[in-house]
């Protein structure tokens, strides 16, 4: 060895390195997901344990979401040794009402866990997390799992519940969300709310109940366990939503975590390193089963 020249170690288990796939199309309708994956299971030199799963959900006001948009931290979790898979969904804009959208993301789970050994994924180890619209899809996930009233024929073996849900300022409440905005803008809200629920009013009210996450608990069901977030300055999504999906879990005895994010609007300025510590160290803790507290 020439003196004076350094040595650093090798990384044998690969481990703080991921890799992108993107546009993976999970359903016959054309959906895709990009998967963010750990490098270890490429590594064909001994066996690697299967790795745990993040399903996320970008907010979109149920339209399309933007796959890329929280990549950068995604990618972490992908560097420790999870994978993450941001799915995209059908668009209520584009002639897909409710609940296409859940119907979408839960036929991903499914996926993912009919292709689990490909992408070296636990089938037991998956946990939804969503921002906005996303929170709500993904609360709504952890209500439903395995609801024979939005699995579509793909993949019919499969499960799609969760062990954990993590939901960052998403609309929960419905019913009183709209009824708001219906007082403050009808016109536009009448064509959006159209656009979810379709074009006969009588049936809005109920539309919104059924979709409300917070209205949707039933006491004596096995759930997930949940954390929720919300900015007490989003003007977007009141922190009031999360108020009443945390009464409703707690009241039916379900394991529920909440934290106001003192002054944050909507986005923006809500992801300070607290947050994303908070949020964090919920994924690590349910899929690996410890937390970096």
């Known amino acids: 060895m020439i003196p ?10 690969l481990s703080g390195q991921a890799e992108l796939k993107q546009r993976v199309v999970y359903s016959e309708n054309g959906q895709t ?25 970008q907010g979109s006001g149920w339209t399309t979401p933007n796959l890329d948009y929280e990549l950068p931290m995604l ?40 292709h689990a050994e490909e992408y070296n994924l636990s089938k037991e ?7 906005s619209s996303g929170g709500h899809t993904v609360c709504l996930m952890g209500l439903t799992g395995d609801d024979p009233r939005y699995r579509t024929r793909e993949y019919p073996e499969q499960s799609d519940a969760v062990c954990a849900v993590v939901s960052c300022f998403g609309p929960l409440e419905l019913v009183s969300l709209f009824a708001q905005r219906l007082e403050q803008r009808r016109e536009s809200t009448e064509e959006r709310l159209k656009k979810m629920f379709g074009p006969d009013k009588s049936k809005w009210q109920e539309k919104l109940w059924q979709f409300s996450p917070a209205l949707q608990v ?3 069901k096995a759930y997930p366990s949940f954390l929720l977030l919300n900015g007490t300055g989003d003007a977007v999504v009141p922190c009031e939503q999360m108020e009443r999906m945390y009464q409703s879990l707690r009241g039916a005895g379900a394991s529920v975590r909440a934290y106001y994010v003192d002054g944050a609007e909507h986005e923006g300025n809500f992801w300070g390193p607290e947050v994303r510590r908070i949020i964090h160290d919920e994924l690590t803790e349910k899929l690996f089963g410890r937390t970096d507290k």
Request: proline letters at 9%.
């Open 4 to 13: 004076s020249i350094g040595h650093l170690p090798k990384n044998p288990m």
């Open 33 to 57: 997901l990009t998967l963010a994956l750990p490098w270890a299971h490429r590594d064909r030199r001994g066996p690697v344990e299967p790795t745990p799963l993040i399903v996320f959900v």
């Open 75 to 114: 990618s972490r979790f992908a560097e420790e040794g999870i994978a993450v898979a941001a799915v995209c969904h059908r668009s209520t804009m584009d002639g897909h009402p409710f609940p296409a959208f859940l119907q979408d993301v839960k036929c991903a789970v499914r996926f993912l866990r009919a």
């Open 125 to 131: 180890k998956v946990a939804a997390f969503g921002t």
């Open 218 to 220: 039933e006491k004596g």
